[in-house]
């Protein structure tokens, strides 16, 4: 058995796991609540009521966060900072968005490509720069910025030719920065209430920055695609 396939059945098994979770202590249909939560204190409320439970159901949001983006990242992030501090917060939502990031990745690669690749035809010529380039640079960038939905950049790379190693690496190091900012925020849910949108125009405009500024000392993205 290859590394990778393990790996794959590895997280399989822990989505699995956290579904069983699911559906033995909240009914499924309680997540449809997710796209009503207007702030992180809603939602930490809602996550308290699971009890001991409360890790799990958290990561969960999380890898539907990722997956299908119902609800912004700050809401869950802030939430999770809120209920069990900074550093676990931080630990607990990054667990999360890279369960689903992968869940995502792997979906488009193996399981649903042609749907995928009919769903994201406007993003191709992103997908083909990806192949031919540094996928796992272009990943990290777009990562850095928060107006840009996790799924559609999950999906993209597990659609093109960057291997799954530099898509992870990138993840990790791309969404960190937003994470750890929004978790530490909604430690103090009162004061983050007027920050956060300052907060997140200050991160969308260095992001931008950031990705222009590497674009015009490259004038592309430089590198060599996944060697199979």
């Known amino acids: 058995m290859t590394k990778k396939l393990l790996f794959i059945i590895s997280v399989a098994f822990v989505v699995l796991a956290i579904g069983a979770v699911i559906i033995d202590q909240a009914r499924p249909e309680s997540f449809l609540k997710l796209g009503i939560f207007k702030n992180s204190q809603e939602i930490a409320d809602w996550l308290l009521s699971f009890g001991a439970w409360a890790v799990i159901i958290s990561i969960a949001v999380m890898i539907i966060q990722t997956i299908a983006t119902p609800v912004p990242l700050f809401i869950v992030a802030g939430a999770n900072g809120y209920i069990f501090g ?31 690749s009919r769903r994201l035809a406007k993003y ?5 720069e990806m192949s031919k380039t540094s996928g796992a ?9 928060p107006i ?17 190693r530099g898509f992870f690496v990138a993840s990790v190091f791309g969404k ?9 925020l909604g430690h103090s849910l009162e004061r983050a209430e007027g920050l956060i949108t ?16 590497h674009s015009k000392k490259t004038g592309s993205f430089n590198g060599d695609p996944e060697k199979k």
């Not at 550093?87 to 193996?110: C, D, N």
């Not at 640079?137 to 910025?145: I, K, Q, T």
């Open 86 to 116: 900074i550093a676990w917060g931080i630990v607990i939502t990054l667990v999360g968005a890279l369960l689903g990031s992968t869940v995502a990745f792997f979906m488009a690669r193996f399981m649903a490509r042609d749907y995928f």
């Open 148 to 164: 840009l939905p996790s799924s559609i950049i999950s999906y993209a790379a597990g659609l093109s030719k960057v291997s799954f």
């Open 176 to 184: 960190l920065p937003e994470i750890v900012i929004y978790t530490a």
């Open 124 to 128: 191709m010529p992103k997908v083909e």
């Open 137 to 145: 640079r272009v990943v990290f960038l777009a990562r850095l910025v």
């Open 198 to 213: 300052r907060v997140t125009v200050v991160i969308i405009l260095l992001s931008l920055l950031i990705f222009s500024l």
